[in-house]
């Protein structure tokens, strides 16, 4: 009976657009930067020196000039979806050429294109130009796309995680051979325990990451870990530094569709006759991409009422209304951190209690020493 | 809350992909080496194929041999299937050659491709 309610649901259902647009920009962007090694492949796997490796021998080759009116129709295309114009036309075009690529030659393949193929496939299906995007501001219309899609797109991710850990349970990987010959610092560290350390870890962390996503409790450390996982993993294997680039910026995409919805956005207030908030304010309005934030001069007295701040309470801090609850300070910015797609990681990390501690002070001193025409 | 016939079919297709994505990394797990679609990524080895081309007049040369003094073979990705591909290629470079053979894993079986 659950299960009907949850398919119903699935279904009819529909999601905040805000989220799935941000995917679709992250995703776009990671389109446009496979772009030049795309082109790379096609190009290469011409060469007469190269085994060619079709899947069907029945489809045509891409000659030279078609590789190049391929790159630069890719590229066209990936900027437009990114943009969000004529986002569905242009998503469609771009499946369309990852589908090429995945069917032509198996030299063209790779786990990122594959990925790529699929996410844009599903953000087109879902109608990811309903927000932020030139088609939403030339036609607007309800900022929600059906929940189907979204929910395979997390599924997806949740996939990519578990088989891409139970994949490496095998003698060479866990013995420590793998990671050894790829990881740049390699050769330099022969010590294998290191390695199979690494791999276990890493193994554990890809496991946790497929179904801790999907919790609200685990969320905030998936979201942690899967972060640094996607920034340390380029690094340390430099010589698949610029595809994993691509492919850390596709995945840490997908991580957005996981945010929980809030059906009401958070009021902020902040002190209006402060120089140094009025900074902050303009930092959290920019990258407020999700429209979640609502800001309120502290010399609104209506809304201080509706809430109980006091208007030296006001002007004192800047204030965060969640659930009801007033929160005030450092702890407010944490909380309004959550909330921006290009802070969620690190709020995180400034929500750990020693850098709390560390934070409420430093907020405590420049709040006593800040720069303002009305002092409370 | 019963569904319509389109609502239906979207669950089958909502079913039917989720149903994909399971099954065919699976059936790539039981593959040992690296292939494709199974997101193995820097997971495990990959497979050691050796080849060698059996000429018309009955020589046999390695392909490192060859590799020395030419250009050829070359794949751009460590998961391309080589027995698979390779020998057709090794045929239509050496038009001289009748066949060629291949072994896996150092595998002491050859397995030949007869090239037409």
């Given at each position: 009976?659950?299960?009907?309610?949850?398919?119903?649901?699935?279904?009819?259902?529909?999601?905040?657009?805000?989220?799935?647009?941000?995917?679709?920009?992250?995703?776009?962007?990671?389109?446009?930067?496979?772009?030049?090694?795309?082109?790379?492949?096609?190009?290469?796997?011409?060469?007469?020196?190269?085994?060619?490796?079709?899947?069907?021998?029945?489809?045509?080759?891409?000659?030279?000039?078609?590789?190049?009116?391929?790159?630069?129709?890719?590229?066209?295309?990936?900027?437009?979806?990114?943009?969000?114009?004529?986002?569905?036309?242009?998503?469609?075009?771009?499946?369309?050429?990852?589908?090429?690529?995945?069917?032509?030659?198996?030299?063209?393949?790779?786990?990122?294109?594959?990925?790529?193929?699929?996410?844009?496939?599903?953000?087109?299906?879902?109608?990811?130009?309903?927000?932020?995007?030139?088609?939403?501001?030339?036609?607007?219309?309800?900022?929600?796309?059906?929940?189907?899609?979204?929910?395979?797109?997390?599924?997806?991710?949740?996939?990519?995680?578990?088989?891409?850990?139970?994949?490496?349970?095998?003698?060479?990987?866990?013995?420590?051979?793998?990671?050894?010959?790829?990881?740049?610092?390699?050769?330099?560290?022969?010590?294998?325990?290191?390695?199979?350390?690494?791999?276990?870890?890493?193994?554990?962390?890809?496991?946790?990451?497929?179904?801790?996503?999907?919790?609200?409790?685990?969320?905030?450390?998936?979201?942690?870990?899967?972060?640094?996982?996607?920034?340390?993993?380029?690094?340390?294997?430099?010589?698949?530094?610029?595809?994993?680039?691509?492919?850390?910026?596709?995945?840490?995409?997908?991580?957005?569709?996981?945010?929980?919805?809030?059906?009401?956005?958070?009021?902020?207030?902040?002190?209006?006759?402060?120089?140094?908030?009025?900074?902050?304010?303009?930092?959290?309005?920019?990258?407020?991409?999700?429209?979640?934030?609502?800001?309120?001069?502290?010399?609104?007295?209506?809304?201080?009422?509706?809430?109980?701040?006091?208007?030296?309470?006001?002007?004192?801090?800047?204030?965060?209304?969640?659930?009801?609850?007033?929160?005030?300070?450092?702890?407010?910015?944490?909380?309004?951190?959550?909330?921006?797609?290009?802070?969620?990681?690190?709020?995180?990390?400034?929500?750990?209690?020693?850098?709390?501690?560390?934070?409420?002070?430093?907020?405590?001193?420049?709040?006593?020493?800040?720069?303002?025409?009305y002092k409370a | 809350m019963s569904l319509s016939p389109k609502e239906t079919l979207l669950a089958i297709v909502i079913a039917g992909?989720?149903?994909?994505?399971?099954?065919?990394?699976?059936?790539?797990?039981?593959?040992?080496?690296?292939?494709?679609?199974?997101?193995?990524?820097?997971?495990?080895?990959?497979?050691?194929?050796?080849?060698?081309?059996?000429?018309?007049?009955?020589?046999?040369?390695?392909?490192?041999?060859?590799?020395?003094?030419?250009?050829?073979?070359?794949?751009?990705?460590?998961?391309?299937?080589?027995?698979?591909?390779?020998?057709?290629?090794?045929?239509?470079?050496?038009?001289?050659?009748?066949?060629?053979?291949?072994?896996?894993?150092?595998?002491?079986?050859?397995?030949?491709?007869?090239?037409?």
């Amino acid at each position: 009976m659950q299960l009907k309610a949850v398919l119903v649901e699935l279904v009819r259902g529909t999601v905040d657009a805000y989220p799935v647009a941000l995917c679709r920009i992250g995703v776009g962007l990671a389109a446009i930067l496979q772009g030049p090694s795309t082109f790379w492949y096609l190009q290469q796997h011409l060469l007469p020196d190269v085994v060619r490796a079709k899947r069907f021998a029945f489809l045509p080759d891409l000659s030279p000039p078609w590789t190049s009116i391929f790159f630069l129709v890719w590229l066209l295309v990936s900027s437009l979806f990114t943009v969000g114009f004529f986002t569905t036309v242009n998503g469609i075009v771009l499946a369309t050429l990852l589908a090429v690529l995945l069917v032509l030659d198996q030299n063209l393949y790779s786990n990122h294109v594959y990925l790529l193929f699929l996410t844009v496939s599903l953000l087109t299906i879902s109608g990811a130009g309903r927000a932020i995007s030139i088609d939403a501001r030339q036609r607007p219309r309800a900022a929600i796309v059906p929940a189907a899609p979204i929910f395979l797109l997390k599924f997806q991710l949740s996939v990519v995680y578990a088989f891409t850990a139970l994949q490496k349970i095998n003698g060479a990987y866990l013995a420590g051979k793998m990671l050894r010959g790829i990881f740049v610092f390699g050769p330099l560290i022969p010590d294998a325990r290191l390695y199979q350390a690494i791999g276990i870890v890493t193994i554990n962390s890809e496991l946790f990451l497929a179904f801790a996503i999907w919790h609200k409790k685990t969320l905030p450390i998936a979201f942690l870990l899967g972060f640094a996982l996607h920034v340390l993993i380029p690094p340390l294997i430099l010589s698949h530094f610029y595809t994993l680039i691509v492919f850390s910026l596709l995945t840490l995409s997908l991580y957005v569709l996981f945010l929980p919805e809030r059906p009401q956005s958070l009021p902020v207030l902040w002190d209006d006759h402060c120089f140094f908030c009025s900074g902050w304010i303009r930092f959290f309005r920019t990258f407020d991409w999700l429209g979640r934030l609502e800001f309120a001069r502290a010399s609104d007295y209506m809304l201080l009422s509706r809430h109980s701040i006091s208007r030296e309470g006001a002007g004192r801090e800047i204030k965060v209304v969640v659930d009801g609850r007033v929160i005030g300070g450092y702890d407010a910015v944490v909380k309004i951190s959550c909330f921006l797609p290009i802070t969620m990681f690190c709020s995180i990390l400034l929500g750990l209690g020693p850098i709390r501690a560390i934070g409420r002070r430093a907020y405590e001193w420049i709040a006593a020493y800040r720069k303002c025409t009305y002092k409370a | 809350m019963s569904l319509s016939p389109k609502e239906t079919l979207l669950a089958i297709v909502i079913a039917g992909y989720m149903l994909i994505q399971i099954l065919v990394p699976l059936k790539e797990m039981t593959n040992r080496h690296l292939t494709q679609f199974g997101w193995k990524m820097f997971a495990m080895a990959v497979e050691k194929v050796e080849f060698r081309i059996i000429y018309r007049d009955g020589t046999v040369e390695a392909l490192p041999a060859i590799l020395k003094r030419q250009k050829i073979g070359r794949i751009l990705r460590v998961d391309v299937d080589r027995p698979r591909f390779v020998p057709p290629h090794l045929c239509a470079q050496f038009p001289n050659a009748a066949a060629i053979e291949f072994s896996r894993n150092q595998n002491s079986t050859w397995e030949q491709y007869e090239c037409s």
